[in-house]
């Protein structure tokens, strides 16, 4: 079935949050505390998200429909880092459509967004270290793992997290080869 793609608007926030609060809640446990995961995530998604669709400046938010159902999103933050470029914040497929190609998709998209308004070709993301299956998914999507680092809390609240998680960052440095395989 073919998926729809689009940019978000401010009216998306609230299912993009959704799909943000149940996508950590499935895959951050363990690196987020619990009393966050268990919290209000949705409230929390819905504020971050609400103010990143109200003003879009330098970022791109697309979505993946079908149906008229959020299947997935990307975000990506141009030209964020002078060494890795433009960092692609966020891809959550909605679980139970996983491993359809939406990821891949998005991804692309998200490339190609990058060559389109990105001063400069790279681009990256933080995934964890934990999440192994997100890693062989970037990888096999040309990426390649440059550092580990300590993850930075959610709004900065360092309760929010478990220990000291670590993320990976998974680099592509011409993103312009990564959005011509689409």
């Known amino acids: 079935m073919a998926f729809q793609f689009r940019s978000?608007?401010?009216?998306?926030?609230?299912?993009?949050?959704?799909?943000?609060?149940?996508?950590?809640?499935?895959?951050?446990?363990?690196?987020?505390?619990?009393?966050?995961?268990?919290?209000?995530?949705?409230?929390?998604?819905?504020?971050?998200?609400?103010?990143?669709?109200?003003?879009?400046?330098?970022?791109?938010?697309?979505?993946?429909?079908?149906?008229?159902?959020?299947?997935?999103f990307v975000h990506v933050e141009f030209d964020l880092d002078p060494d890795w470029g433009s960092l692609v914040d966020n891809l959550h497929v909605v679980h139970n459509r996983r491993r359809g190609g939406i990821g891949r998709q998005l991804l692309s998209r998200a490339a190609q967004a990058v060559v389109d308004q990105a001063a400069g070709d790279s681009m990256y993301l933080w995934v964890l270290e934990q999440n192994t299956a997100a890693q062989q998914f970037y990888l096999a999507s040309g990426a390649t793992c440059v550092e580990a680092a300590p993850v930075a809390p959610p709004g900065g609240d360092p309760a929010r997290l478990n220990g000291t998680p670590l993320g990976l960052r998974m680099a592509w440095p011409d993103a312009a080869l990564f959005s011509a395989d689409r």
């Open 8 to 72: 978000a608007g401010a009216d998306d926030a609230e299912q993009v949050a959704m799909l943000h609060a149940d996508s950590w809640r499935r895959h951050y446990r363990g690196a987020f505390a619990e009393a966050f995961l268990d919290g209000d995530l949705v409230t929390e998604r819905v504020s971050v998200w609400s103010k990143r669709l109200v003003d879009p400046a330098g970022t791109e938010t697309i979505l993946a429909e079908q149906d008229g159902e959020l299947a997935g």
